[in-house]
T-cell receptor, first 113, second 113 residues
């Protein structure tokens, strides 16, 4: 079935380095993608989104890249900080018969001080 | 603006019982979606309500049901609880149906013994 998946379930980075979290999606009809951050004991928090008519979008310290050719999404975090430690989910607004948001399995990011 | 609130935050039930969880969306948001989050299955979509009507439904058995009130507050009910229903239940609100940016509450942690 249609799904959103992540290449790496865990990622450890040194404080100050850049982090890259990857995501593959399978529904070529999806036209909107979101990255969420979930800290322990909290609900997912919106980070950044991108529409399918774009290939790059930048926020504060974060950049999302979309490659529709290979159906790949990535989240780049610049100058990673300890507060960035969390689980990151990509999600797609899948154009299924009952349009809904499908979440990937998540990547756990650990920042080493 | 107050965020999405969920009550209760923690709940312990035994097999066979039923449970009702509550969600109050962000003021002005009319869509409420419910998700189940478990370590094994990740974030899975349960259903979405808009204007007091269920608009989208995920692949869960009929034991899982919900409703939405005229003030957009929503409840979900799980009947005949099973051990596998132990999970974090998340509610998310958005301004419109199939709203692309969803704002999540902190979740209700349900433990079924």
């Amino acid at each position: 079935g249609e799904s959103v998946g992540l290449h790496l379930p865990t990622l450890s980075v040194q404080e100050g380095d850049n982090s890259i979290i990857n995501c593959a999606y399978s529904n070529s009809a999806s036209d909107y993608f979101i990255w969420y951050k979930q800290e322990s004991g909290k609900g997912p928090q919106f980070i950044i989104d991108i529409r399918s008519n774009m290939d790059k979008r930048q926020g504060q310290r974060v950049t999302v890249l979309l490659n529709k050719t290979v159906k790949h999404l990535s989240l780049q975090i610049a100058a990673t900080q300890p507060g960035d430690s969390a689980v990151y989910f990509c999600a797609e607004n899948a154009k299924t018969s009952y349009d809904k948001v499908i979440f990937g399995p998540g990547t756990s990011l650990s920042v080493i001080p | 603006k107050a965020g999405v609130t969920q009550t209760p935050r923690y709940l312990i039930k035994t097999r066979g019982q039923q449970v009702t969880l509550s969600c109050s969306p962000i003021s002005g948001h009319r869509s409420v979606s419910w998700y189940q989050q478990t370590p094994g299955q990740g974030l899975q979509f349960l259903f979405e309500y808009f204007s007091e009507t269920q608009r989208n439904k995920g692949n869960f058995p009929g034991r899982f049901s919900g409703r939405q009130f005229s003030n957009s507050r929503s409840e979900m009910n799980v009947s005949t609880l099973e051990l596998g229903d132990s999970a974090l239940y998340l509610c998310a609100s958005s301004f419109k149906l199939n709203g692309e940016t969803q704002y999540f509450g902190p979740g209700t942690r349900l433990l079924v013994l």
